[in-house]
């Protein structure tokens, strides 16, 4: 039976990292490679997560939970990005409870970093090339074009997410 069990884990490996790196979550910066396709701006980074935010936890904020300089609207932003063009549910999932690719964000066990929002800003920036636990790897900013702003609104959503 084990020997089954270790046979079926080597080869949905394979299968579920090729299904990250078309994704977005891992792999190159996600760039088709065609020169003549226009960058995704910031506001369109945002607006894309609309669509895809049916499922995303609800978002109720008790303002007293907010590190210092985070604001209600930082969070709704990040919980777009989040949704959208920061592809974070790819790997997260809409729901931000994670699966094989990465970790769960809703619940108060930290694996790569130790919670605080500081820490989760920094992440976002610098990815992480080397998960503690999971298969996935994560680029720095998910490998898409994020300003500091929206890196800031992603942390502020991930960071509300595991306190809500």
């Known amino acids: 039976m084990t020997m089954q069990k270790n046979s079926t884990l ?13 994704a977005g979550c891992g792999g ?22 609309a669509a895809r935010s049916g499922g995303a936890p ?5 303002p007293a939970l907010l590190p210092e300089g985070v604001t209600v609207e930082m969070v709704q932003e990040g919980r777009d990005l989040f949704n959208g063009g920061g592809i974070c549910f790819t790997c997260h999932t809409v ?6 690719l990465a970790p ?11 919670g605080e929002y500081s820490s ?11 998960p503690v636990e999971h298969l996935g ?13 929206q890196v800031n609104a992603v942390a502020a959503y991930a960071y509300m997410l595991s306190r809500m």
């Open 137 to 149: 790897s994560m680029l720095p900013r998910a490998g898409m074009p994020l300003t500091d702003e």
């Open 104 to 114: 769960d964000l809703t619940d108060d066990v930290w694996i790569n970093v130790d």
């Open 58 to 62: 609800e978002l109720s904020i008790d």
């Open 120 to 130: 989760i800003v920094e992440l976002v920036k610098t990815g992480v090339p080397q």
């Open 28 to 49: 190159d910066s996600g760039g088709s490679g065609d020169a003549s396709e226009p960058a995704a701006t910031g506001s369109d980074l945002t607006s894309q997560g």
């Open 10 to 22: 080597t080869l949905a490996a394979p299968a579920v990292l090729a299904i990250a790196l078309i």
């Open 95 to 100: 729901e931000a409870t994670g699966g094989p």
